[in-house]
């Protein structure tokens, strides 16, 4: 089955079983503010190319809401991006979708970052899941899941989005950070031949601030 294939029947599924929630969300944020429940913002997809991407709102007078704030803990806010599965604008998972600022801001519109572009932007990805808050980070993870990309990796990516609604993005990002460092000693040790742990544990803690405190920051683009 082709990743489009997977991508369009999983997003009909889930906009048809998760209805409901939908229509909860929606009539939650309504009532709190009376405003729209939906925010649209342009981002940059497959190829450069723009699209509307679709949110549910989270902010209002630049202040995120009560429902907001849930809806950002547990990813929740990003249901409505299943339409734009369906419509061959995003996958499931992939990259995270960009606005045109952010791109430039950044400096990956240029050659050296092409790579990022022969995808479509996910709803949910490597960096999304890491937090990845700096370009150099992002670029890593967004490179890396480009390059190793197989069915059983956008597997377990989904199962961990899965469970950051149920339990939030905190705890689960607080997981991933834990193996990730200890992972990280792990192979330091092995590269060492046996060293002490103590050595090992730093050496892994420098390359662990080398990878986390890049040169420009990415942060997701504002929810209005």
């Known amino acids: 089955m082709s990743k489009r294939v997977f991508d369009f029947a999983a ?120 937090a990845g808050r700096g370009a150099r980070l992002s670029w890593f993870l967004d490179r890396r899941y480009i390059e190793s990309w197989c069915p059983r990796l956008d597997v377990v990516i989904i199962a961990l989005t899965l469970v950051i609604a149920m339990v939030g993005k905190r705890r689960v990002r607080g997981w991933l950070r834990s193996y990730s460092t200890r992972a990280t000693v792990a192979a330091a040790h092995r590269r060492h031949g046996g060293t002490s742990t103590t050595s090992s544990s730093r050496s892994g803690a420098r390359y662990s601030s080398t990878e986390s405190k890049p040169t420009h920051g990415v942060a997701p683009a504002g929810n209005a």
């Not at 979708?97 to 791109?103: E, G, M």
Request: one cysteine or more; glycine letters at 10%; a positive charge.
């Open 11 to 130: 997003a009909a599924v889930a906009i048809v079983g998760l209805c409901p929630v939908w229509l909860m969300i929606a009539a939650l944020i309504s009532i709190e503010d009376g405003d729209s429940p939906l925010f649209v913002q342009h981002r940059v997809g497959f190829r450069k190319r723009p699209f509307p991407i679709y949110k549910f709102r989270t902010m209002r007078d630049s202040r995120i809401t009560r429902v907001g704030r849930v809806l950002r803990a547990t990813g929740l806010d990003e249901l409505p991006q299943l339409v734009n599965v369906l419509r061959g604008e995003m996958s499931l998972v992939g990259p995270r979708p960009l606005t045109p600022a952010d791109v430039t801001r950044l400096g990956w519109d240029g050659g050296a970052h092409a790579l990022r572009w022969s995808v479509g932007p996910g709803i949910t990805g490597l960096a999304q899941l890491y």
